[in-house]
């Protein structure tokens, strides 16, 4: 699988199937689900703590570092793609919804270059 061939829908099912296999529904409630996304994002954020800025290129050019980091990431998609499943979310309806209110929240002409 790779972004530019694969569905939202399908990497849904992927999940979907993993979970089902292993009878795992009965711990996928949304609770369950939304504390899994804090605690692998959290696992995420544990492989930038303490680094400065500068020192990020030097974790991009580490296999293994990016590795793990990878693997992190995959789980909190994992999560989310899950907890869109559980909760019945459109997970592109619902982004491109959010980019809307955010184009209206931060135009342009008054955010651009700035934070």
């Not at 849904?12 to 609770?31: L, M, N, S, T, Y």
């Not at 400065?52 to 994992?78: I, N, T, Y």
Request: negative net charge.
């Amino acid at each position: 699988m790779n972004d530019q061939e694969t569905t939202v829908s399908a990497m849904k099912g992927f999940v979907q199937a993993f979970v089902d296999e292993r009878d795992w529904q009965q711990f996928h409630d949304p609770k369950n689900l939304s504390m899994s996304i804090a605690i692998e994002a959290a696992e995420l954020m544990e492989h930038f703590q303490w680094l400065r800025s500068d020192q990020l290129r030097d974790l991009k050019g580490d296999p293994e570092a990016m590795a793990h980091v990878e693997e992190e990431l995959a789980d909190v998609f994992c999560y989310v793609l899950a907890f869109a499943g559980a909760m019945g979310i459109d997970l592109c309806a619902s982004l491109d919804s959010k980019m809307v209110k955010n184009r209206e929240k931060y135009p342009v002409e008054r955010f651009k270059g700035k934070f």
